[in-house]
């Protein structure tokens, strides 16, 4: 449950950060069952920055019953979640981002519905929650967020290397206004973002992974009016931790 001042802060920023949301063993048992998750694997495909370095990426629309469905389902994220976005929710996709230590690379600034606009979803009521797996900081490449510039609403984007970037016109303009916020997390830190926030990331030039999963929601009022990409509206089961400590338990013992 986020309070007042932080629901606030979010308007303002475009971002709130809620620290230690998972505990250390939740964390490290994601990292685990990611590593031998086939069908995670499966779906890795990689997207090419700027200077020739690709980041890689693993994205699935339902939430599955396993430990991955099981944070993107949980109260932790779903709650916060609702309450910033106003409304009920559904989960339009989650992705692991695999930033690998030395090759990974960069994101261009973007916004996310820079990109969800063009799935047919009417309004910028969708939100992003970042679950730091790994730490991040500066020099693996942790996120870069623009502070207040949702408020700009959707600028324009088009092809930048192989991904989809924001017109670097108006992003340089904002750059000149001030420097970007670098979100530094620990493990089990969530950052909950606004579709609409300015982001980037640098290319991870340490020898530490970073690796993070974000759950992506949509508010139910937005489905997507035609089939596009990414969920349509589904009610949203929100999962106990029970059913978390459980799957992190079966893990320990297999
Ligand atoms: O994880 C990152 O470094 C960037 C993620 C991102 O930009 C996104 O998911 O839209």
């Given at each position: 449950?986020?309070?007042?001042?932080?629901?606030?802060?979010?308007?303002?920023?475009?971002?709130?950060?809620?620290?230690?949301?998972?505990?250390?063993?939740?964390?490290?048992?994601?990292?685990?069952?990611?590593?031998?998750?086939?069908?995670?694997?499966?779906?890795?495909?990689?997207?090419?920055?700027?200077?020739?370095?690709?980041?890689?990426?693993?994205?699935?629309?339902?939430?599955?019953?396993?430990?991955?469905?099981?944070?993107?389902?949980?109260?932790?994220?779903?709650?916060?979640?609702?309450?910033?976005?106003?409304?009920?929710?559904?989960?339009?996709?989650?992705?692991?981002?695999?930033?690998?230590?030395?090759?990974?690379?960069?994101?261009?600034?973007?916004?996310?519905?820079?990109?969800?606009?063009?799935?047919?979803?009417?309004?910028?009521?969708?939100?992003?929650?970042?679950?730091?797996?790994?730490?991040?900081?500066?020099?693996?490449?942790?996120?870069?967020?623009?502070?207040?510039?949702?408020?700009?609403?959707?600028?324009?984007?088009?092809?930048?290397?192989?991904?989809?970037?924001?017109?670097?016109?108006?992003?340089?303009?904002?750059?000149?206004?001030?420097?970007?916020?670098y979100v530094e997390c620990e493990p089990?830190?969530?950052?909950?973002?606004?579709?609409?926030?300015?982001?980037?990331?640098?290319?991870?030039?340490?020898?530490?992974?970073?690796?993070?999963?974000?759950?992506?929601?949509?508010?139910?009022?937005?489905?997507?009016?035609?089939?596009?990409?990414?969920?349509?509206?589904?009610?949203?089961?929100?999962?106990?931790?029970?059913?978390?400590?459980?799957?992190?338990?079966?893990?320990?013992?297999?």
């Amino acid at each position: 449950m986020l309070s007042a001042a932080e629901i606030q802060q979010y308007q303002v920023d475009g971002f709130v950060l809620r620290c230690g949301l998972y505990a250390a063993e939740e964390v490290s048992g994601l990292i685990r069952f990611a590593q031998q998750d086939a069908d995670m694997m499966a779906r890795i495909t990689g997207r090419m920055d700027t200077e020739g370095n690709q980041t890689k990426l693993s994205l699935w629309d339902d939430p599955p019953q396993n430990l991955f469905g099981f944070f993107a389902r949980s109260q932790r994220l779903v709650e916060p979640a609702t309450q910033l976005l106003g409304e009920e929710i559904y989960h339009y996709h989650s992705k692991m981002m695999l930033k690998e230590p030395r090759t990974g690379g960069a994101w261009e600034w973007h916004q996310d519905y820079g990109y969800w606009y063009n799935y047919a979803c009417l309004r910028p009521a969708m939100i992003s929650c970042l679950i730091a797996l790994d730490r991040a900081d500066r020099a693996n490449g942790c996120l870069q967020v623009l502070p207040g510039s949702q408020r700009l609403g959707r600028i324009d984007h088009g092809k930048v290397a192989g991904q989809t970037g924001a017109d670097m016109e108006r992003v340089n303009v904002l750059l000149e206004q001030g420097p970007p916020t670098y979100v530094e997390c620990e493990p089990g830190d969530v950052l909950f973002f606004d579709c609409n926030l300015l982001h980037r990331s640098d290319a991870n030039r340490s020898d530490r992974s970073r690796w993070s999963l974000i759950c992506c929601y949509n508010a139910r009022s937005n489905s997507p009016y035609k089939q596009v990409r990414h969920s349509s509206y589904q009610p949203l089961e929100i999962s106990r931790d029970e059913q978390m400590a459980a799957a992190l338990a079966e893990l320990v013992v297999a």
